[in-house]
């Protein structure tokens, strides 16, 4: 190709002198679908470039056979494909133009790209394609550029039509007693979606409703039989539900249905027979069974006779009465009949005239005789399952195929015809369980989840083979159990004692476990002790097997002062669904008990007390202890306040007014440095005072009391300032002591001996060094001047002698 194109250019440009315009090769193809590209060719007019004379121009348009998807339901219009020419360099001088079915109202071209795109939503049922034109022409002069090119576009078909059956429902009938295979009648479905497309207009053919007598090709749609010798005298119509799915019968198809009324037409299969004392054992006790008639020549009242059976074989299953309009006697059932216990009864029936007439009973007896045997026919029972119900447990999220159970049920006829067994659809329709149709085993045919359904209640249903009619129907209620999602834990924080004193193998504690898992009834836990834990000499854990453990002792005797708490780990395990286990830990305390093991002290503190010693003795050692601090504290203080009451230190008395001065004092003439009319005060002149700052070391002379007058005042002060002069001990400045008033109101009276006229001078003040320290001062003083005075007396006496 690339060789003639070559040939072909160079001969040109020979003949054109030069004059050559070069074609590009054909761009690729842009178009969507899955038909081959269709290439045209033809020659065009002069170039675009001005260039004088022919020159040979490539044409081609490139698309593929376009698809559009239909009943597209996106927001935005469909993309079909996309049309471009060779004369396109990209430049924006060609415009495509479309024409045809759906140009402008369907579909639209963008006039610059080519691309094409459907407005709306399309369906193939319809119109399943579109002839379309296409031509590119300048954009300028609108002159085309190349003729005309035809496409099509197909809309490509979906599954959105389910099969019909445009001829049902159907009717049609099968000779009885057919073999398997006969062919009953074909059913047809039609699907409109494309069937050269996909899977979607395949058609498959099931039954739902008429199994096990009749079966349908899937393909075909053919009913045939599929049980052998079906009797029309013992059930004549039958009705089948047939339907037909699409996609091949897959997962997501549509589906349709019809139903077919089967009869079974009648054939010579019976011979004549002549009637029989046949009894059904289904008879209904109490229902009459057959008749028998004694016949008797006479009329009237002398006709009625009366049936008894004699009592034999039948007299406890048999009954007969009489008919009193015909004088027939009616068998009546009293019992119910099974023919797989006793096939036959034979029994007699005696008929007697009801009013006999005396003159004639020599002729013999007004009675008769008759033997009446009653064949019991077998019927086809159907079959008994041996429980009146199931019920069935099984856990959620149990993987699908696991057998949970199984449902068992046989036929008591003679025959013993085998059983097969199914579900009820009606009772399991999303089809979450599964049985096996000879076994009988239930299996779940799906995840099961207990939050969304707890409980199913499915309907088993047991047929005999060899008569599919007969059935029987049995409840199953299958249980979603929760699974195991908490592991046990103790049942509350124990608080374990064990004695100092106690024995070898001695239960000290019994403790249970709980669990958050539901239900909590039926649960079993399990107690051991860990693995690690086993070389543990001093506690053991031993199983009750009921729920609850203990804490065994291993050894005799424990002592709070070599360890006061002991911990001791348990595994608890539960029998749930998977198992849960937890590890717990117990804790055990050290006491002290007496000898028959009640607890007397458990805390740290007792181990040092005296054994032996109540609780109401301790509190009273503790209450004196208190008391005793007490005092002390007391002593303490009032000590320190003592200390605190000194001249230099107290100086909020209200007793005493004290003045602090550095200089010298000025002797008698000095009387600005204090009021000396205080010191006139009658009421505040006392005499042998001390100083109260400093404590005398020397023993005072015994000193006159002092007067009231002034003389005696200024001999007072006078003697205090020899005193002080003298005094070594003193401290550098002169300091006055005055006391003023005493306080009124004291329960003591006055204790001044200054306001005293009338002196009792053999009053005993001793009992003043009994009243403290603060009377130490006051008893030495009087204390001296009574000793003065009795010396006084007994000068007097001794010189009066």
């Known amino acids: 190709m690339l060789t003639r194109n070559c040939l072909l250019l160079f001969l040109w440009i020979l003949v054109n002198a030069g004059s050559v315009s070069s074609s590009r090769p054909p761009s690729s193809p842009l178009g969507r679908g899955r038909a081959g590209r269709e290439h045209a060719r033809s020659s065009a ?7 004088a004379g022919f020159q040979r121009v490539k044409r081609g348009w490139v698309w593929n056979q376009f698809f559009v998807l239909e009943e597209y339901m996106g927001s935005d219009p469909q993309y079909v494909g996309k049309l471009h020419t060779d004369l396109d360099k990209g430049d924006s001088l060609v415009k495509y133009t479309l024409s045809g079915d759906g140009a402008g109202s369907i579909f639209t071209i963008d006039q610059t790209t080519g691309d094409i795109h459907a407005l709306r939503s399309l369906d193939r049922e319809e119109k399943p394609y579109y002839t379309l034109r296409a031509q590119a022409v300048d954009i300028d002069t609108n002159t085309p550029l190349e003729p005309e090119s035809e496409f099509v576009i197909k809309v490509q078909d979906i599954n959105d039509n389910e099969p019909k059956f445009l001829e049902g429902p159907y009717v049609a009938s099968v000779p009885e007693m057919s073999p398997v295979g006969t062919y009953v009648t074909q059913v047809t479905a039609t699907d409109a979606d494309d069937p050269t497309y996909g899977n979607s207009a395949r058609v498959v053919y099931s039954i739902l409703h008429g199994q096990p007598y009749f079966s349908v090709d899937p393909k075909t749609g053919v009913i045939k039989t599929a049980l052998p010798n079906m009797d029309r005298e013992v059930k004549e119509e039958y009705q089948v539900l047939i339907q037909a799915k699409d996609m091949g019968g897959q997962l997501g198809g549509l589906a349709g249905t019809t139903i077919v009324n089967i009869t079974l037409s009648d054939v010579n299969d019976n011979p004549p027979r002549f009637s029989k004392s046949e009894v059904p054992e289904s008879s209904a006790v109490g229902s009459a069974i057959g008749r028998i008639k004694a016949h008797d020549l006479d009329i009237g009242r002398n006709a009625e006779v009366e049936y008894t059976i004699v009592p034999g074989d039948g007299g406890t299953v048999f009954d007969i009465t009489t008919n009193d309009y015909n004088q027939e006697g009616i068998v009546i059932l009293k019992r119910p009949l099974d023919y797989e216990s006793k096939k036959a009864y034979t029994f007699k029936v005696e008929a007697s005239n009801a009013h006999i007439d005396p003159r004639f009973q020599s002729f013999g007896a007004f009675k008769d005789t008759a033997t009446v045997k009653i064949n019991v026919l077998d019927v086809d029972e159907p079959p008994v399952f041996n429980k009146p119900s199931y019920v069935m447990d099984v856990y959620e999220d149990t993987p699908a195929g696991t ?18 067994y199914s579900i009820d659809w009606r009772s399991d329709l999303d089809s979450y369980f599964d049985i096996d149709p000879v076994e009988g085993t239930i299996s779940t045919n799906d995840l099961l989840d207990r939050e969304t359904i707890a409980q199913h209640n499915i309907s088993v249903v047991a047929t005999k083979l060899n008569s599919p009619v007969l059935t029987s129907r049995v409840a199953v209620t299958v249980h979603v159990l929760d699974i195991n999602e908490f592991p046990p834990e103790l049942a509350s924080p124990y608080e374990t004692l064990v004695c100092e004193n106690a024995r070898l193998g001695q239960v000290i504690q019994t403790f249970g476990a709980k669990d958050k898992d539901v239900p909590s009834a039926g649960q079993q836990f399990s107690f051991r002790t860990p693995k690690e834990d086993m070389k543990n000499k001093n506690f053991t854990i031993r199983d009750f097997g009921n729920n609850t453990a203990g804490i065994v002792t291993k050894r005799v005797g424990f002592r709070r002062r070599l360890q006061e708490i002991y911990f001791l780990p348990v595994v608890i395990e539960d029998n749930g669904y998977p198992p849960k286990s937890s590890t717990g830990t117990l804790t055990i305390r050290v006491c002290g008990c007496q000898s028959d093991g009640s607890v007397l002290s458990c805390s740290a503190e007792a181990i040092f007390l005296p054994v032996g010693l109540s609780t109401g003795a301790l509190i009273a050692i503790l209450l004196c202890i208190v008391i005793l601090l007490g005092i002390v504290v007391l002593y303490v203080s009032l000590r320190r ?23 010298e004092g000025g002797g008698e003439e000095d009387t600005h440095a204090f009021d000396m009319g205080t010191l006139r005060n009658p009421k505040v002149v006392k005499e042998n005072l001390y100083r109260r700052d400093v404590k005398p070391e020397m023993k005072r002379s015994p000193k006159p009391p002092v007067s009231q007058d002034s003389a005696d005042i200024r001999d007072f002060i006078h003697q205090r300032l020899v005193e002080h002069d003298l005094d070594n001990s003193a401290p550098p400045y002169d300091s006055l002591a005055t006391y003023a008033y005493e306080g009124e109101g004291s329960v003591a009276e006055s204790l001044s001996s200054i306001e005293s006229i009338t002196v009792d001078l053999e009053e005993d003040y001793d009992y003043l060094r009994d009243w403290g320290p603060r009377f130490k001062t006051l008893a030495g003083i009087f204390g ?5 005075q009795s010396d006084s007396t007994n000068t007097e006496n001794e010189e009066g002698t």
């Not at 007019?45 to 260039?51: E, K, L, P, T």
């Not at 036929?411 to 013993?416: E, F, H, I, T, V």
């Open 641 to 663: 306040q003592k200390k605190k009451e000194t001249l230099m230190s107290s100086k909020e008395d209200i007793r005493d007014n004290v003045i602090h001065y550095d200089d």
């Open 45 to 51: 007019g002069s170039a675009r470039n001005g260039a």
């Open 784 to 788: 001296e001047q009574s000793e003065t």
């Open 403 to 420: 057998i949970i159970g199984a449902v068992t049920a046989q036929d008591l006829d003679a025959s013993s015809s085998p059983v097969r």
